[in-house]
């Protein structure tokens, strides 16, 4: 199976989180927005960069060197102490338990990056809409903002990352190497060291491309294993795999934004049946129970909207979890406001197995959690909407554009 793998990297990361920081702590500017950087004392020369705002590198500043450097090269940027690394660490872990509602195979792979194999987990949607999706809520709900690399592997998930910045997203697949990837100095090939760049330049190799067309066993009889590593990551190979603690999400949810406004409410009931068999099949999935359910909508005004509510007892029960949104829905709905979006999230999740069995659980209720996991199995096998609930008909043409069919 090819895999689906996205390489999430929060933009000018220290900056940005202390930007958040101060905002939330009523300053009125956002140091994202000026020529500025986090350094030490800038009364010491020997003071450096920690980080910078785009508006200090379109200057020239680059992070490592000293302050004194970069106000030779900004006169006015401006200089901010950071935040204790603990507060880095919470801004950081915040967007990890974002990352979870998505996938639980997720690599650190520093405080502002995480791989995604998100292979098993697209369940009928596309890598590039969830890239998008991801890249959306962490701007919307966290308030900062991330590149996302879309690809098959993750050296070129990690490349596409790195390509244009900040707040979007970029895909790198086999046929893009060539048109995106090789016309770059080969000093951005991911690890690719400094001492090896001028090594290669006397070997008239100046961009990846260059290092793509070069025979393999002269790489190797130059630096041994490392050149047949780099002439793979020229070409795009790389079969390391997300390495990943399992961790339970801490909620599980899931939106649509509608190509057209929707006024119907049953239309909105449509889909939100949709969303809830999503969540509650990652739920089953995850072997989790849900206790509190959670339904937004946005208008055409963005005005938002949110209702939630204790299920009576906790489930994974795609009709329960179902019947309990709708309710929420209902309290929101108004007739004749055009709406663009709706969310399901369920919170307050417990392992099924710690959970003891309710005394008053019907049987009803024991037929639909055999029902649902018939199911997940033929969705699981066949892909997800295999088997539809009568109340998900013709859904597809309510949410997306006819010619994405």
Known sequence: MEREILHVDVNNAFLSWTAVEMLKNGND??????????????????????????????????????????????????IFKGLPYKKYQEYSNSLYNLLLEYTNKIERFSIDECFLDMTEYLRGDTLINKAKEINKRVREELKFTVNVGVAHNKLLAKMASDFKKPDLVHTLFENEIM????????????????????????????????????????????????????????????????????????????????????????ELEQILLALTEQVTFRLRKYNLLANVVNVQLRTNKFENFSHQSRLDFTSANTKNIYEKAKKLLGEMYKKGVPFRLIGLKVDDLVNKDEVQLSFFSKEDDVKQEKLDKIIDKINEKYGMNSVERAGKMNLDDIVKPKEQK
């Open 29 to 78: 500017l956002d140091i994202r927005t000026i020529p500025s950087i986090i350094g030490g004392d800038e009364a010491r020369r020997s003071g450096i960069v920690l980080a910078k705002s785009m508006k200090a590198k379109e200057c020239g500043v680059v992070t490592a060197e000293t302050i004194y450097q970069a106000k030779k090269k900004c006169p006015n940027l401006q």
């Open 179 to 266: 048109a995106k990837m090789w016309p770059l100095p080969a000093s951005e090939l991911f690890m690719l060291g400094r001492k090896t760049v001028p090594k290669l330049y006397n070997m008239g190799i100046k961009t990846i491309g260059d290092l793509a067309k070069t025979d393999r066993e002269v790489l190797i009889k130059k630096f041994g294993k490392h050149g047949n590593l780099m002439w793979e990551y020229a070409n795009g190979i790389d079969y390391s795999p997300v390495k990943y603690e399992k961790e339970l999400p801490k909620s599980i949810g899931n939106s649509t934004t509608f190509p057209k406004d929707i006024t119907n409410k049953e």
